[in-house]
């Protein structure tokens, strides 16, 4: 996975820069956060258009992502939880439960990514 951060602007946010992991091979998509206890940041699955929390040690928000990078909807999905696919998605952010919303991530804010 490549290291990043991102930045949000639009809607009211203003924010950045917040760590970010980028998922872009078919298998670090497929990886994504199963195994792990927590994430420092954000993951970026791209391209994706819908997640899973089968098998996940904790409740994680997602960010679905058109191709501007604009937030088209934002929900936290418990452990165990299959979300349907999305046509009109590019890529799915995914940060712990409550992130999202400390950070101002919500429809309509537009995220910026940037290399580490």
């Known amino acids: ?13 203003r924010l ?8 872009s091979s078919r298998r670090e998509r497929q990886r994504g956060l199963l ?6 940041g954000a993951l970026l699955l791209s391209p994706a258009s819908a ?6 040690r904790f409740a994680v928000d997602v960010a679905y992502l058109d191709r501007a990078m604009r937030v088209r909807a934002v929900r936290t999905m418990r452990p ?3 979300g349907l696919p999305r ?4 890529h799915v ?8 919303e400390r950070w101002g991530v919500r429809p ?3 995220l910026s990514v940037r290399e580490a």
Do not use: K
């Open 51 to 56: 997640v899973h929390t089968v098998g996940m």
């Open 16 to 23: 950045g820069p917040v760590a970010l992991e980028i998922a």
């Open 108 to 110: 309509g804010v537009v």
């Open 1 to 13: 996975m490549r290291a990043a951060v991102f930045f949000a602007e639009g809607a009211g946010a």
């Open 93 to 100: 952010l995914e940060a712990e439960a409550g992130a999202l």
């Open 80 to 82: 165990g939880r299959v």
């Open 35 to 40: 195994g792990r206890d927590g994430v420092e």
């Open 87 to 90: 046509p009109w998605t590019r």
